[in-house]
């Protein structure tokens, strides 16, 4: 097959010259000749208009300087941003001009370019760590976080379309870069402010630094803030910190990880007490202490935990719940649940690549190591190849494509909880099968924004999920809702109440004599949800017939029903796997350093 040529015309030969199309690209002495020749106009114009050129430059003079001082007196939280924080003195102001009074020409210029990009990327970190705080209740992470970055976009594409989310990538790279050229610009205009006025620039720096050591000396504050502040050291110092902690933690959880202390205790001696029954562990997205203590969700959520617990109660069941403390907030699902599996506390990426990659025990593959349990997962939220499933213990997982749904998508959540359920019934729990069955079962329509929500239908209606479109068609607009704290507040507790419902009612209508659930919250939602000092605590509950099961965790004094007690025992959610396996009759045989 031939090779085409670039610039070539389909009559021109091959080995004739290639005409471009295009004029060529110009030479650097051209480039240099143009910028001449434009500074020169910029020179000729100032001499016809001096009166316009003086104003065009004290006011970039202004704005360089506001920009160079708003960065430094801005804090990495939504909940600092207030206007008392820019009526301070820097100290780094001070510093910077007195060492750029002192430099050359040269190393003046390359300095106050430095000190401006290092304040732009300072800048850009802030923002981060505010909209790490707002929805993780946690700063951003220089070591770990980038990859978070990609879902946050998939989450906007999921929640306002693909066309929001691109322009929203575009902007925020946009920013970032703009940031870090003009703060640097700004930096170099003010140093060779400084260096013009020379003398003048020296005697404010001194007054300067003499009002800030007063300040600091006599702890002078304006409405309520210190005046001297060291506020852009202190955040580079965080930084560096974090970083350094999160560099050390990685050896140490990779030492802490080979301790198990059911690492060599054999399938026969794993959960003995709980042979022959179906054990389903099933976590609700997002289904935090504040869905049952918020006055804005409590009396919904209250209400149909309520219930859900006397309507089991006529069936037969019985439950008791208590509190955990996850290792996550308002995202990430993900280190909740395989710190809830796996005993460790996996709080970060690192952490969690750092246990997946390894052989540590879960919840979940201790059923599968006895032999005598089949175990799948059901997981509606993972749209690609997700090979964790192997450290699990998982035999099957279905996922988002395998489950026959032919609904629409609800905002992020490919599927409503009760489609989920319904087909998790279908393809293995109610089947004919040899062996008993332990499954892992993620719910998500409660996952944010909440919006739109599913509605229950009947059992016997849900199909293929087609039923769902005019469900889905009727609902609230994600962006409706999803700079709106209050109304996300109301919606949130929405889809926790459809979501306990679907679950509940699942139960009621196709749990066995030999069925028990234990379910949970992954987190808490998101901070301004949550609310800015809200704990990370969900609530946990085990359902049963059969009364040995929860005879067996009375000493746990976990509260009955399905709403915990606001006194209820609270346990770190690492804790969990080895009480419940000891609680049903495993035998210790620890491997690593307790061995």
């Known amino acids: 097959m031939p090779v085409s040529t670039p610039f070539r015309r389909p009559s021109q030969r091959a080995d004739a010259p290639a005409t471009p199309d295009t004029p060529a690209s110009p030479s650097p002495l051209q480039t240099l000749q143009t910028l001449q020749a434009r500074l020169a106009h910029w020179r000729a114009w100032r001499t016809r208009h001096p009166r316009t050129a003086l104003v065009v430059r004290r006011t ?43 430099l050359p020409r040269a190393a003046r210029l390359a300095a106050s370019a430095l000190f401006g990009a290092v304040l732009g990327a300072l800048t850009v970190l802030n923002l981060l760590d505010m909209g790490f705080t707002e929805y993780l209740g946690r700063g951003f992470n220089v070591v770990l976080d980038w990859g978070l970055l990609d879902d946050a976009q998939s989450y906007v594409a999921d929640s306002m379309g693909g066309a929001a989310a691109t322009w929203a990538a575009v902007g925020a790279v946009g920013l970032a870069v703009a940031l870090l050229v003009v703060t640097a610009l700004a930096a170099v205009r003010l140093g060779e402010l400084l260096a013009a006025h020379r003398e003048r620039a020296a005697r404010g720096a001194l007054m300067a630094a003499t009002v800030w050591m007063t300040c600091v000396a006599l702890g002078v504050q304006t409405f309520g803030t210190r005046i001297a502040t060291t506020n852009a050291s202190a955040l580079l110092q965080a930084q560096a910190h974090r970083v350094a902690d999160t560099l050390r933690d990685e050896a140490a959880f990779a030492k802490e990880a080979e301790s198990d202390r059911f690492g060599a205790t054999p399938g026969d001696q794993l959960v003995p007490d709980l042979r022959g029954k179906d054990v389903i562990f ?119 494509f395998d489950v026959g749904y032919r609904g629409p998508k609800f905002s992020w959540s490919t599927m409503p909880d009760q489609y989920a359920l319904e087909a998790f019934q279908r393809l293995e729990h109610g089947r004919e099968r040899d062996r008993p069955l332990m499954a892992e079962v993620i719910l998500t329509s409660s996952h944010q924004p909440w919006a739109p929500i599913p509605r229950m239908v009947g059992w016997d209606e849900v199909g293929d999920g087609s039923v769902y479109e005019g469900i889905e068609t009727s609902g ?27 679950l509940t009612q699942w139960l009621e209508r196709y749990g066995t004599e030999d069925t028990v659930l234990v379910f949970l919250g992954d987190h808490q939602p998101l901070a301004r949800v949550s609310g800015d000092k809200a704990s990370r605590d969900v609530p946990v509950s085990i359902v049963a017939k059969d009364p040995k099961v929860l005879d067996a965790i009375d000493d746990w004094n976990w509260t009955e029903g399905l709403e915990p007690a606001g006194d209820a025992p609270v346990w770190k959610m690492d804790s969990f796997r080895d009480r419940f396996l000891a609680a049903y009759g495993s035998t210790p045989h620890p491997t690593g350093a307790g061995d």
């Open 60 to 102: 970039t003079t202004v704005l360089a300087a506001a920009l160079v001082l708003g960065a430094l007196l801005l804090p990495n939280t939504f909940a600092a941003l207030e206007p008392n924080r820019f009526a301070r003195i820097p100290a780094e102001a001070v510093v910077g001009a007195v060492l750029l009074l002192c």
């Open 282 to 400: 099933t976590f609700i997205e997002s289904y935090g202490r504040s869905a049952i203590e918020d006055p804005v969700t409590a009396p919904g959520v209250g209400r149909v935990l309520d219930t859900g617990t006397k309507a089991l109660a006529e069936a037969g069941f019985r439950a008791r719940s208590g509190w955990l403390t996850s290792a996550t907030f308002g995202g990430s699902s993900w280190l909740g649940h395989s710190t809830f599996m796996s005993g460790l506390w996996v709080d970060n990426q690192q952490r969690y690549r750092t246990v997946t990659a390894g052989d540590h025990l879960t919840l979940t593959k201790a059923f599968q190591k006895t032999g005598h349990w089949d175990t799948v997962g059901v997981m509606p939220g993972v749209q690609k190849a997700w090979p964790e499933a192997e450290w699990y213990g998982l035999d099957k997982v279905y996922d988002a």
């Open 476 to 502: 609230v607009e994600a962006a409706d809702i999803i700079a709106d704290s209050a109304r996300s507040k109301e919606e949130y507790g929405k889809s926790v109440e459809y979501s306990v419902t679907s």
